[in-house]
């Protein structure tokens, strides 16, 4: 994996667009990140501290983050 790979994969997440239904507006109230729907992909995108803490809480509320 190239480093640009590796900072991209600390600074986003993507996830099919439905996975976030029903926690997108408490995702967005409660960290810094942009939500952007890409055809059936959602891509958040944050700092990589943002993304880290955003996906263990994803985790936690039963989301599969790759």
Known sequence: MSDAERFRDSTQIVLPVGA???????IERDFTLTLHEQGDALRIIGSP?????????L?????FVP
């Open 20 to 26: 976030l239904d029903g926690l997108r507006r408490t």
């Open 49 to 57: 501290v943002e993304i880290k803490e955003a996906s263990d809480w």
């Open 59 to 63: 985790a936690r509320k039963g989301v």
